[in-house]
């Protein structure tokens, strides 16, 4: 078990577990555990922190996606565009709707889509864009927006990024457990100016009803509990600071020097550092001496969703997006967490600046 983890969500919230242990209490008092105040309230205070008009607390971030397919009717025969360097939800959440999704390259320095392979994609069948704020980087909505094409944002890694839901159609979240705004097990929300769509999403989660008793839609038994919603509430409050904690960490790691021994992301003002993913051809024996050290680190997407044996059926092969996979074989993560230790971080970097020196006598 590595010494230093890879992001520590306890640092973060247990100076919360007073706060964290009444809210449980008062949901077990109260005895609403599905639907009830904190539910509702939570998808008030999500929307006017996002700044749209409406937000849904669904089960999970693959939930939303598919809830969010199905509002826009998109199915068989139907095609939608997303990058293949994400993780597998992205993808699923279309050939689970009976859609084909159409990969496009990425940006090598952004890791975000390639607007101008998006565009040359674009076909008659295609029913929207799907782009991904990767890695908490803000994707270039508004260069998509352009093209004519309803934007779906997949934002499970970026809540809170500036410009962030405001700019596309509508756009999806995860709470899972490790990320920006995190719950106590797995929570989603789908958010949207559009209150016609979002007023479909709300129905299709609650079983594509209203109340229960009339059914307008074949929908999906997909909630956020009342429990992850109180979390949550709670957590939201918090959320600019740990992101204000994750960009000073990210630009700590440049002022030690990180930067002159990998690639390290280039910073923009939105960036939310969901994650600190570099670049190495040495990316092995770097992860090796970081691991040797007691310090974790991780890869992403090493198999490219075109490359996926699930999606074998969609005919892609290798060499077809050349910047997606030379990222899936050069990237890692070292360790990031709001409060990171300046120690750890100076840590990180000497051994990182060790292995490249092994690696350049070699």
Known sequence: MPQIPLVDVKAQYAPLIPDLEARFREVLEDGRFVRGPHYWAFQEEAAAYLGVKKSIGVANGTDAIVIVLDAMEIGPGDEVICPAFTFYATA????????????????????????????????????????????????????????????????????????????????????????????????????????????RVQMLSFHGSRDKTEFDFVGYNSR????????????????????????????????????????????????????????????????????????????????PLHLQPALRFLGNEAGTLPHTELIAGENFSVPLWPGIPVETQERVVDVVRSAVAVGARA
């Open 224 to 303: 956020l509990d009342e429990l992850q919603a109180g979390m949550l509430r709670i957590f939201l409050t918090q959320l600019d600071g740990w992101n204000r904690g994750r960009r000073e960490a990210a630009a700590r790691y440049a002022e030690l020097g990180l930067g002159d021994l990998v690639e390290i992301p280039q910073d923009e003002p939105g960036h939310i550092y969901h994650l600190f993913v570099c670049r190495s051809p040495e990316r092995d024996r770097i992860r090796a001496a970081l691991t040797e050290a007691g310090i974790a680190s991780a890869v992403y997407y090493t198999t």
């Open 92 to 199: 699923e959440s279309i050939a689970r709707r009976g859609a084909a999704p159409v990969f496009a390259d990425i940006d090598p320095v952004t890791m975000n889509l390639d607007v101008e392979d998006v565009a040359a994609k674009i076909t008659s069948r295609t029913r929207a864009l799907m782009p991904v704020h990767l890695f908490g980087r803000p994707a270039p909505i508004a260069d998509l927006v352009s093209l004519g094409v309803p934007v779906i944002e997949d934002a499970a890694q970026a809540f809170g990024a500036p410009g962030v839901a405001t700019q596309g159609l509508v756009s999806t979240y995860s709470f899972y457990p490790t990320k920006n705004l995190f719950c106590v097990g797995d929570g989603g929300l789908v958010a949207s100016n559009d209150e016609e769509l979002a007023d």
